[in-house]
């Protein structure tokens, strides 16, 4: 029981703190722009890392240290992609 409410709470703690990604799904909630479909997308997202995370990928990425590599490498080009989209939008503006 103490191992599913550490898990519990730390779950609670990735969704409550305010990142990038709840950033974007708020923003979108206000514009009342794709909702559905970007809580939905998140959601999954959100899932399919945590099943990924339990599942073991860890052993996995320490049997292949190259797939720490592309995925740092795959990680910052999204991070860029996206500052580069939201730039664009602060500078054109409304």
């Keep these: 029981m103490l ?6 709470g730390l779950g609670l703690s990735l969704i409550v703190a305010i990142g990038a990604q709840n950033v974007f799904v708020l923003r979108q909630g206000i514009r009342r722009e794709h ?3 970007v809580v939905i997308i998140c959601a999954l997202s959100d899932a399919a890392l945590i099943a990924a995370g339990v599942a073991g990928l860890g052993f996995v990425l320490s049997a292949a240290p190259w797939l720490v590599v592309v ?9 860029l992609t996206y ?3 939201a730039a664009r939008r602060a500078w054109r503006g409304g």
């Design 35 to 37: 909702v559905l479909a």
């Design 3 to 8: 191992t599913a409410l550490a898990g519990l």
């Design 71 to 79: 995925a740092r490498w795959a990680g910052a080009l999204f991070l």
């Design 83 to 85: 500052a580069a989209l």
